[in-house]
């Protein structure tokens, strides 16, 4: 028969031992998301852009999550900041694409690096591009990502622009020894031109200014005049069974032919009028396509029809 201590022990033991599995058995899995699931967030969020609606971008941070944006010098730091600074941005009709992406992945985190452009417009409806760095970090918590922390800044050089390397080796000038004199260094000596003839005083060499780099245009399809509204390509009792709804239509020049166009629904209504409607109207719109540097096709954009506005 058991001491009756040895039975108080293992009853113990087993008592302290039960919270640690259960512990165990409520820790979260562990979800690690791939590379086209961070270009799909990236996707999802642009494409929530084009809707205009500062409270659905919002929606794509988490309540705690950070945004440090490119125009703004105030960080966004809660869902209200946050929707505030999209009240302002997306005035400007924002469309981005990523020009180099580097991502890095680990238990229930995403990091999404590189560099992007943005296409907008200024307050006269004229295009701009703005290039610029970015990162994205994305956690995964009750299901789902959104964004913990988003960092956007212009870039400080023209795209063009190649950053000069530092010479190898390269050292300060030797610090002045205590009391040294003040007086100014004596100028330079001229730089004898490598073709001057012995005897000759020779020609000082001339350095010629380098001319700014110009920014690298990208290519892009845009919808151009006349603006034709999306209420001429459904009829008034299906526009009253539509209601208040909208669709995007991803909008690709596929290089096949200068005007080759091809239209597919990227996010689509429940009700098919309307989805019928918003391609028809996509098809029945004046494009243009602007491709300065020849970039590979296909090259895309996204519009959204509108409907009960």
């Known amino acids: 028969m058991k001491h009756p201590f040895l039975r108080i022990a ?3 033991s087993l008592w302290v031992a039960a919270p640690l599995w259960a512990a165990d058995a409520a820790k979260p899995a562990c979800v690690t998301a791939t590379d086209a699931d961070v270009a799909a967030l990236f996707d999802k969020w642009n494409l929530t852009l084009t809707t205009l609606d500062s409270a659905k971008v919002a929606d794509l941070y988490w309540p705690d999550g950070v945004l440090l944006p490119t125009v703004s010098n105030q960080p966004r730091t809660n869902t209200a900041l946050i929707k505030d600074y999209f009240d302002h941005f997306l005035e400007k009709h924002p469309r981005g694409r990523i020009d180099e992406r580097h991502v890095h992945h680990s238990c229930n985190l995403s990091v999404d690096m590189g560099l992007y452009t943005f296409f907008l417009l200024d307050k006269n409806g004229k295009p701009q591009e703005v290039n610029a760095r970015y990162t994205y970090v994305y956690t995964y918590r009750n299901g789902t990502w959104k ?6 800044s212009a870039m400080p050089e023209p795209m063009s622009a190649t950053p000069a390397a530092a010479p190898a080796h390269a050292t300060l000038p030797p610090a002045s020894p205590p009391h040294a004199s003040t007086a100014p260094a004596p100028a330079p000596a001229p730089v004898a031109a490598a073709d001057s003839a012995p005897g000759e005083t020779p020609a000082v060499a001339e350095s010629t200014p380098e001319e700014p780099a110009k920014p690298v ?5 845009q919808r151009t005049p006349p603006m034709r509204h999306i209420s001429e390509f459904v009829s008034k009792e299906s ?5 208040a709804d909208t669709v995007s239509v991803k909008v ?3 290089g096949q032919d ?3 166009r091809s239209f597919d629904v990227s996010d689509p209504s429940p009700k098919s009028e309307a989805n019928e409607a918003a391609l028809a109207w996509a098809r029945g ?3 243009l396509l602007q491709n300065p540097n020849g970039e590979a096709f296909p090259i895309c954009t996204h519009v959204i029809a509108r409907f009960g506005g």
Not at 147 to 152: A, L, P, V
């Open 10 to 12: 293992t009853l113990l």
């Open 147 to 152: 964004i913990q922390h988003h960092h956007s």
């Open 217 to 221: 245009l990208r290519a892009r399809l």
């Open 239 to 243: 526009l009253d069974a539509i209601g």
């Open 252 to 254: 690709c020049a596929t």
């Open 258 to 260: 200068p005007k080759a």
């Open 285 to 287: 719109s004046n494009w």
